[in-house]
């Protein structure tokens, strides 16, 4: 291949040679020359083989994992694989070995009465069954009328229907600011009780209050209070 380079306005042709860079690198006298540490020995040494030490435990790639030396069970496997037996008294209770058991002679010589044979048939079909009919034609053609047309709507909301509002809301600023009056504060408090395990030896554990203490029946209460008469 030629390549043309420009040199004091002339063109001069240069010849460009291939494969004339080496990839490995020459190796320098000193470099042959030179004498391996006893750290550079100890790295350049082969990884060992540990394969031939676990070769019953690992699996083989590509295989099943070698097995070892075949061995005859003891008296302790043989008498652990044998199975679990019945126990006499449920080989006396079970009705039969299997769950397939045979016919009598008499079941199969047995001629089945005219109730039987009546429920041996097959379900019918209501007497009103219709099966489903084609449309006609003209029935496709037909325009629905105006009153049709209304009747075919859905039914709508009531005008005053206010649907479920959403469980949240935002609060307004005038709740923020607001101030919580002494009846508020006081209603907000929570009931002041002894515990339910002391409940039951105290027995004045819930108080009452003076003002019910020295409260006057009305009539109307008293008329309330008396029982049903039956």
Not at 45 to 62: A, E, L, N, Q
Not at 177 to 194: D, E, F, N
Request: glycine share 4%.
């Amino acid at each position: 291949m030629c390549l043309l380079l420009k040199f004091n306005n002339l063109a001069v042709p240069a010849r460009l040679v291939w494969g004339n860079q080496e990839t490995i690198w020459s190796l320098t006298p000193g470099a042959m020359t030179a004498r391996p540490s006893a750290r550079t020995l100890y790295l350049c040494k082969p990884k060992k083989d540990f394969t031939k030490y676990g070769r019953s435990c690992r699996p083989v790639i590509g295989g099943n994992p070698l097995l070892p030396k075949y061995g005859y069970p003891s008296e302790r496997l043989l008498r652990l694989s044998e199975p679990k037996k019945y126990l006499p008294a449920y080989l006396e209770q079970r009705s039969r070995e299997t769950p397939e058991w045979p016919v009598s002679l008499a079941a199969q010589n047995y001629n089945a009465s005219k109730r039987i044979l009546q429920l041996a048939q097959p379900k019918g079909l209501h007497p009103d069954f219709m099966p489903p009919r084609e449309v006609s034609t003209s029935s496709r053609k037909v325009i629905a009328s105006p009153r049709t047309i209304e009747l075919s709507k859905p039914k709508q909301l009531h005008p005053k229907f206010m649907p479920a509002r959403d469980p949240e809301w935002p609060v307004t600023e005038a709740a923020k600011r607001a101030v919580a009056t002494k009846r508020i504060l006081g209603l907000a408090q929570p009931s002041s009780r002894p515990r339910m395990g002391l409940t039951a030896l105290d027995p004045d554990a819930f108080k009452v209050k003076e003002r019910a203490l020295k409260a006057v029946c009305t009539p109307r209460l008293a008329e309330l209070a008396q029982p049903i008469k039956r």
